[in-house]
């Protein structure tokens, strides 16, 4: 016999029987024939699931929690739509067990302890082990989650979660330690386009009423961003318009007009995805808020995963606009937080607020060039070992070896900034940073030259003009004997503030 989650299936036409009695387990329910589509064609075993193959070779973990043969507790962390709730349901599937399932937007503690309870006492009886299904996890308290440790620890109930969130973050430590982790990954859109395949015949989906376009089908995997509940959603509404217009084919326009979004030539993996992120970037770099505006705008109608956009943003943040604006890191960094903790649509708003702060921005690539230059000489082998002031002498016995005698606290002097080499002694004189006069950089470039006056002694004249790098790309700025004299501080006179 057939199974599609709990329930069986007649085997001619394969039309859902009602569940007899006992057979429905705690907190899923039968679908019936006005059930969602992407209820309906949730896959009756493992071998109808679709994707994640990394998880599904013979003896994976995944494998082993549907089929009951290891009690182990299990998370599963994935974006929507890649299948969490499918698997539960398969687990749910497995008569040896029983089979609970809550969310954790209406559980408390109590609810927990009460299936607990009933589970120790079944198991003592002599009665079937207790799967425990929490969706959602990551929104029980540390308390709510503190309630499932021994349970899980004595495999009292075998925890079976699922989240969106990192559960790094989201989830305590000593919960994560006792459970295995499965990361779901989006679906590819071969994976999405062949589970729309399939509910355009399935029996259990549109059973060949309508038949879709290669245009249309094309539009709805490009909408679904990877999540099969969201195609098969849109699939779902295009059928029913086509349906209400007595039509038995579900072209582009149809499909457009049900989902009420216009398609957009857009290919996640294809030069499209790359020449448009390129425009939204050098759009933004040109300061030009309105271009920038409409390839963001082309991204997030196509489907583009708004954390991709929000990485891109941080990482201009730093790269282009820099210390000109020192704030534009936080405003990106704040955007990319809403994408997390808000989501769509309304995250689209922080998204367009970073870009055009990003894009009027006044912009500096001095960090940029600084690093590279940093990075270059190190690869280079230049930097030799830490000066003895500046190394460690926390640990019993450094003090001995010398480390950090003659080490100055810049807070003891008043201006907060002392004479001290911070810089191995092949580096002496090499300048990095090299600021802009624009936005607040200015102010920046202005200051700098003291600092290193400072920290450096009064042989430190700044960078010649035209300097070139010495080696590695780095500006290098040796000693100079014609330098301001200094003051009984190391401070060159008329400079002794930073």
């Known amino acids: 016999m057939e199974f599609d989650g709990l329930f069986p299936l007649n085997e001619p036409g394969g039309v859902r029987t009602a569940p007899p009695a006992g057979a429905e387990s705690a907190g899923f329910t039968s679908w019936s024939a006005d059930s969602p589509l992407p209820v309906r064609m949730r896959p009756s075993g493992l071998d109808e699931l679709v994707g994640q193959q990394h998880l599904l070779a013979p ?25 969490k709730t499918t698997i ?62 021994s349970a899980v620890e004595d495999r009292t109930v075998t925890l079976l979660a699922a989240t969106t969130e990192n559960p790094y973050f989201s989830v305590i430590s000593p919960l994560l330690s006792r459970c295995v982790l499965l990361t779901l990954q989006a679906l590819e859109e071969d994976d999405v386009r062949q ?23 094309d539009h709805l995997v490009r909408l679904a961003g990877g999540d099969v509940r969201k195609a098969l959603t849109a699939l779902e509404a295009a059928a029913g318009s086509a349906q209400a217009q007595q039509a038995t084919e579900i072209d582009l326009a149809t499909a457009e007009q049900a989902v009420d979004m216009a398609a957009v030539r857009y290919d996640r993996d294809g030069d499209a995805h790359y020449d448009v992120t390129s425009a939204f970037i050098k759009s933004m770099r040109g300061s030009d808020p309105d271009a920038a505006l409409h390839w963001l705008a082309r991204m997030l109608v196509a489907g583009e995963d708004p954390r991709f956009i929000a990485r891109r943003i941080v990482i201009f943040a730093s790269e282009d606009v820099g210390m000109a604006d020192p704030q534009a890191l936080l405003v990106a960094t704040a955007a990319a937080q809403a994408v997390q903790s808000v989501g769509l649509p309304e995250a689209q708003l922080n998204l367009a607020q970073a870009v055009v702060h990003l894009a009027t921005a006044p912009k500096s690539n001095s960090v940029t060039t600084a690093l590279g230059a940093a990075l270059a ?107 301001p004299k200094a003051n009984d501080s190391g401070v060159a006179a008329g400079e002794d503030q930073p």
């Open 377 to 483: 000489d190190v690869r280079a082998g230049r930097g030799g070992a830490v000066p003895p002031a500046l190394r460690d002498s926390h640990y019993a016995g450094s003090r001995g070896l010398g480390h950090g005698a003659g080490y100055r606290y810049p807070h003891d002097d008043p201006k907060g900034v002392v004479r001290q080499q911070y810089v191995p002694d092949d580096l002496i004189g090499v300048d990095y940073y090299d600021p802009t006069d624009h936005g607040a950089e200015r102010a920046v470039g202005e200051r700098l030259p003291r600092l290193r006056r400072i920290v450096r002694g009064p042989s430190y004249q700044g960078p010649p003009a035209g300097s070139a790098s010495s080696t590695g790309g780095s500006k290098a700025n040796g000693p100079s004997a014609g330098g």
């Open 195 to 217: 589970l729309i395949r399939r509910a355009v015949t399935d029996p259990r989906g549109l059973g060949a009423a309508v038949t879709l376009t290669a245009e249309a089908e």
């Open 88 to 149: 539960a349901h398969l687990v749910a599937g497995a008569t040896d067990r029983r089979f609970v399932a809550m969310s954790a937007l209406t559980a408390g503690v109590k609810d927990v302890r009460a299936v607990i309870d009933t589970a120790r006492r079944q198991r003592r009886a002599g009665g079937p082990p207790t799967v425990l299904f929490i969706d959602e996890v990551h929104r029980f308290s540390k308390t709510q989650q503190d309630s499932l440790l």
């Open 59 to 83: 003896g994976a973990p995944l494998r082993q929690l549907v089929t009951g043969t290891t009690p182990m507790s299990v998370i599963l962390w994935g974006p929507p739509g890649t299948g």
